[in-house]
T-cell receptor, first 114, second 116 residues
Framework: DSGVTQTPKHLITATGQRVTLRCSPR?????VYWYQQSLDQGLQFLIQ???????AKGNILERFSAQQFPDLHSELNLSSLELGDSALYFC?????????????FGPGTRLTVL | AQSVTQLGSHVSVSEGALVLLRCNYS??????LFWYVQYPNQGLQLLLK??????LVKGINGFEAEFKKSETSFHLTKPSAHMSDAAEYFC??????????????FGKGTKLTVNP
């Protein structure tokens, strides 16, 4: 158990809908990262937050947005969903004081868009 | 910019045989390197990491990896495979530069099959 929690575990929805994925980082970790894992693209970095502020953006679509709240949990919002958005979405957290700033991953949310 | 190449999307070994999973990286700054394992329907679990303290790194479940700067490699090995090692393994790189992105760049993964 990494200490990172994600809800829900599974999400099934229809095209055009909007969903919210939630992540709680390990206790004390200020950084939260979101990754998407799909068969064709592999593991892709989406976005990073550090202590409530956006720190880096990766291959995140404009239809997707995220935020980190004062209690450090984070939410990833996916809107106008398309079939191609079906994937596993992982959250990770890290403590920059740890050597290597190691990222610890949650169990993921499997999104299926029908 | 960083990148990772994992040679062999599928590797099959017999139980008790040596496991060797290959990873080559590219990085414009000194790298941090990681191996993660993903069991079916689960998240990514950290196996081991290289943070420039020692070139031979030991991880969990009997795995180890050696950082070779001259070869830009970070191959993962285990002397004797166990059935429970069957999973997908991901190599990842992150730059040590301050102020830049802390994102991990992953390889495409290697699926390890262990035959009885």
């Amino acid at each position: 158990d990494s200490g990172v929690t994600q809800t829900p575990k599974h999400l099934i929805t229809a095209t055009g809908q909007r969903v919210t994925l939630r992540c709680s980082p390990r206790s004390g970790d200020l950084s939260v990262y979101w990754y998407q894992q799909s068969l064709d693209q592999g593991l892709q970095f989406l976005i990073q937050y550090y202590n409530g502020e956006e720190r880096a953006k990766g291959n995140i679509l404009e239809r997707f947005s995220a935020q980190q709240f004062p209690d450090l949990h984070s939410e990833l919002n996916l809107s106008s969903l398309e079939l191609g958005d079906s994937a596993l979405y992982f959250c990770a957290s890290s403590d920059p004081r740890e050597q290597g700033d190691t990222q610890y991953f949650g169990p993921g949310t499997r999104l299926t868009v029908l | 910019a960083q990148s990772v190449t994992q040679l062999g999307s599928h590797v099959s070994v017999s139980e008790g045989a040596l496991v060797l999973l290959r990873c080559n990286y590219s990085s414009s700054v000194p790298p941090y390197l990681f191996w993660y394992v993903q069991y079916p329907n689960q998240g990514l679990q950290l196996l081991l990491k290289y943070t420039s303290a020692a070139t031979l790194v030991k991880g969990i479940n009997g795995f180890e990896a050696e950082f070779k700067k001259s070869e830009t490699s970070f191959h993962l090995t285990k002397p004797s495979a166990h059935m429970s090692d069957a999973a997908e393994y991901f190599c990842a790189v992150k730059g040590q530069s301050q102020g830049g992105s802390d994102k991990l760049v992953f390889g495409k993964g290697t699926k390890l099959t262990v035959n009885p």
